[in-house]
């Protein structure tokens, strides 16, 4: 730095430019701050309360539900994302709603699949909040409402006050070096446990279902009253069209074809155990192509 002695040395050294007068940029010019690109899209909107005109509609079905619950016909239980579907009740903050719609599945800014909702509470407003943000608010401050006995159906879960919690469905990546499993992208085995999935894979490099490697836990759920082997069935069905075809030699010599490994993004593996979960499974298939969760065509009549 050049030594400063009188005032014009102190003007003449100005290495943030702050005196400088003879450039367009000044103090309130922002430099180094990146410029807001007006091109992106903007972030999805916050779902919020509005009165809703054509409340009428729904108001029965709410008085009615309130009326179950009452008479024990209904219970409050713990919230489960999986089983939040169209028909269902809630009590979110001390109030109840109806799913009155759920839309279909579709990528949002952050690339994650999500679904838009029709929420009708029994104050007169409605809501259209995202189904992945209601299932976060009704596990903080939320329960959901059993459904009543002559309305069940016999789907791979059933929310009960004495539900029980009877194993997890996991996600697993795989550690192998082997460049037959490293080099594939989006590669996960999808599984069930009934014990904690730690103790599940505690020697998964000597096992050939792991593949003969170390594994990461990606993800786990918590499942309710489930039958485990209809579980597996639809997940493999599912992912079928994707599953890993690879032989793999335990140390043996033995050559095995594990079935539970599929190649397929984790947030559509997430999705399809949501709609396990809420039984509207069989309405979709998985494009092995695109990578997405699609819906089937119906047929036309």
């Known amino acids: 730095m050049a030594d400063i002695n009188s005032i014009d040395d102190i003007l003449n050294s100005d290495p943030f430019r702050l005196l400088n007068t003879n450039t367009e940029e000044d103090i309130h010019t922002l ?38 619950l009452r008479e024990g016909k209904r219970k409050i239980v713990p919230s489960i994302e999986s089983r939040l579907a169209i028909g269902t009740f809630c009590v979110l903050d001390g109030v109840l709603l109806y799913i009155a719609n759920i839309e279909k599945p579709y990528r949002g800014n952050s690339g994650k699949i999500n679904r838009r909702t029709t929420l009708i509470f029994e104050n007169g407003t409605k809501s259209n909040m995202l189904l992945r943000s209601l299932g976060k608010r009704l596990q903080a401050s939320g329960n959901m409402v059993t459904e009543l006995d002559s309305d069940r159906v016999d789907n791979l879960f059933n929310v009960a006050e ?56 990606v993800a786990s759920f918590e499942v309710y009253n489930v ?27 033995s050559v095995h074809k594990p079935r539970e490994w599929f190649v397929a993004p984790l947030d559509v593996i997430e999705e399809a155990i949501v709609l396990i979960g809420n039984g509207n499974i069989v309405e979709y298939y998985y494009d092995d192509i695109q990578e997405l969760i699609s819906l089937k065509e119906r047929l036309r009549t």
């Open 31 to 68: 430099v180094n701050v990146p410029k807001i690109d007006k091109n992106r899209a903007d972030p999805d909107f916050v779902a919020k309360r509005e009165k809703f005109d054509d409340f009428e509609k729904y108001e029965p079905l709410l008085v009615q539900c309130q009326k179950d």
């Open 162 to 217: 004495e539900d029980n919690k009877n194993g997890f469905i996991y996600i697993l990546k795989s550690l192998s070096s082997d460049d037959k499993i490293a080099t594939k992208r989006n590669l996960y085995k999808i599984g069930f446990s009934t014990t904690a999935v730690e103790t599940r894979i505690k020697n998964a490099k000597l096992d050939p279902t792991y593949l003969m490697a170390d594994v990461q836990i």
């Open 227 to 253: 039958n485990p082997h209809k579980l597996e069935q639809l997940i493999h069905k599912f992912f079928a069209n994707s599953c890993l075809d690879v032989d793999i030699v335990d140390e043996k010599g």
